[in-house]
C-alpha cells in the first residue's frame, strides 16, 4: 500500500498531522545535503522496529542529541558520547543503532573524500535495483536491512514509489526532479 493511501486511514487528528506533514513536505523529496541525507538515515535506522510515527515524534530531540545530524561532529564521538545518546531519553536508546550512527557518520566522511559528497556517491551508483541498493548498503554501513534502505531511498527521491501517482503531492515531487524520474521503473 501506498504511504498516500495509508495516510488517509489514520487517526487521531494529531497523528494524522504529524505524517501528513512529513508526507505532504519531506516523503520522496530529494534532499542535496549530506548532513541532512545522513539525518533522514539515522531516522530510517531508527525506525527499524518500532512506528514512523515514533521517530517522528522523536525528531527534535534526535537533531538536538546528535548535533544537527552534522557528520564531521558525530564521526568524532567518543565513548562518553555514546554513554550520553544510550542515556538520552528523548532518543530511541539502542546500543546497535546509536553505534550504526557514529560508524556511518565515518563511513560517509570516507565517500566524500572519495566521491565528493555523500550525495554523490549516491548519485554514482544509481541508478539500481532495491536489491542491488540493499547489497551495496549493507556492505557500505552498519544496520542497513532492507526496508531501511527501501524507505531511505524512496525517501529521499533515488527509488520510485513513495507518493501512487493520484496522490497530489506526486507533482510536487516531480517538480522537485528526483533521480528515479530520469531511470527506468524499478
Known amino acids: 500500500m501506498s504511504y498516500c493511501l495509508a495516510i488517509e486511514g489514520m487517526q487521531p487528528e494529531s497523528r494524522k498531522e504529524l505524517h501528513k506533514n512529513y508526507h505532504d513536505n519531506y516523503y520522496g523529496f530529494p534532499i542535496h545535503d549530506d548532513n541532512e541525507l545522513f539525518g533522514r538515515l539515522i531516522l530510517e535506522i531508527n525506525q527499524a522496529g518500532l512506528s514512523w510515527e515514533t521517530v517522528l515524534k522523536k525528531e527534535g530531540s534526535f537533531r538536538k542529541a546528535y548535533d544537527n545530524f552534522n557528520i564531521q561532529k558525530i564521526a568524532a564521538y567518543t565513548e562518553e558520547d555514546r554513554e550520553r545518546l544510550l542515556n538520552d531519553s528523548g532518543i530511541i536508546r539502542n546500543k546497535l543503532k546509536v553505534n550504526a550512527a557514529i560508524e556511518n557518520a565515518r ?80
Request: proline letters at 4%; aromatic letters at 12%.
Open 107 to 186: 563511513t560517509i566522511l570516507e565517500l566524500q573524500k572519495e566521491f565528493g559528497s555523500f550525495e554523490k556517491w549516491l548519485e554514482h551508483h544509481h541508478p539500481k535495483t532495491l536489491q542491488e541498493w540493499m547489497k551495496l548498503f549493507k556492505k557500505t554501513f552498519k544496520f542497513t536491512g532492507g526496508e531501511i534502505v527501501n524507505e531511505f531511498l524512496m525517501s529521499t527521491g533515488y527509488l520510485k514509489g513513495a507518493h501512487h501517482e493520484t496522490c497530489p503531492i506526486h507533482s510536487k515531487v516531480l517538480a522537485q526532479k528526483p533521480l528515479w524520474k530520469g531511470s527506468l521503473d524499478q
